[in-house]
Nanobody, 117 residues
Framework: QVQLAESGGGLVQPGGSLRLSCVFYGSSFSHYVMAWYRQAPGKQRKFVARISPGGSTDVADSEKGRFFISRDNAERMVYLQLNYLQPEDTAVYYC???????????WGEGTLVTVSS
């Protein structure tokens, strides 16, 4: 069974940065595509970024150049670097793991990012 635990959220001023972390508990981490999603208050959860086991990345167009995803297969970690944060980035950020073999996916409980002065 897979469990995911996010951390690194908090309150940040506009223009600031945060680095979110997600630890993967389970086996075969290198067989999972890892991703980040976010859900703003009153809105649907939406895709932010994903990274393949080999390190290929895909970032939502609206976040390209500001958000960067990375992973450490040895440590079973995935990271999301958030730069130039704006109030509209306020959301709960969720870590997602999707198994390459059958598409089954898992979610963490999320970490809250609040951008406010």
């Amino acid at each position: 069974q897979v469990q995911l635990a996010e951390s690194g959220g908090g309150l940040v001023q506009p223009g600031g940065s945060l680095r979110l972390s997600c630890v993967f508990y389970g086996s075969s981490f290198s067989h999972y595509v890892m991703a980040w999603y976010r859900q703003a208050p009153g809105k649907q959860r939406k895709f932010v970024a994903r990274i393949s086991p080999g390190g290929s990345t895909d970032v939502a167009d609206s976040e390209k150049g500001r958000f960067f995803i990375s992973r450490d297969n040895a440590e079973r970690m995935v990271y999301l670097q958030l730069n130039y944060l704006q109030p509209e980035d306020t959301a709960v950020y969720y870590c997602n793991a999707q198994y390459l073999e059958n598409g089954m996916d898992y979610w963490g409980e999320g970490t809250l990012v609040t951008v406010s002065s």
